[in-house]
């Protein structure tokens, strides 16, 4: 028979939201600061073609 889960505190589900905050904030930052050195050219892990090749 079908037993209901024990309900999570809110500690614990205010925790894991702040966690999944956090990790998606850092993402965002790795992001934008990658963009921002490929847009001034001082990227030296990304390989970037500045020049659009127009027909």
């Known amino acids: 028979m079908a037993v209901?889960?024990?309900r999570t505190?809110?500690?614990k589900k205010?925790?894991?939201k702040a966690n999944w905050?956090?990790?998606a904030n850092l993402q965002a930052k790795q992001a934008f600061s990658l963009a921002q050195s490929v847009l001034t050219g001082k990227?030296?892990?990304f390989i970037y073609n500045?020049?659009?090749d127009e027909e």
């Open 14 to 16: 205010n925790s894991r």
């Open 21 to 23: 905050k956090k990790q």
């Open 50 to 52: 500045s020049q659009v």
């Open 9 to 11: 505190s809110k500690s």
């Open 4 to 6: 209901p889960k024990k």
């Open 43 to 45: 990227s030296k892990s």
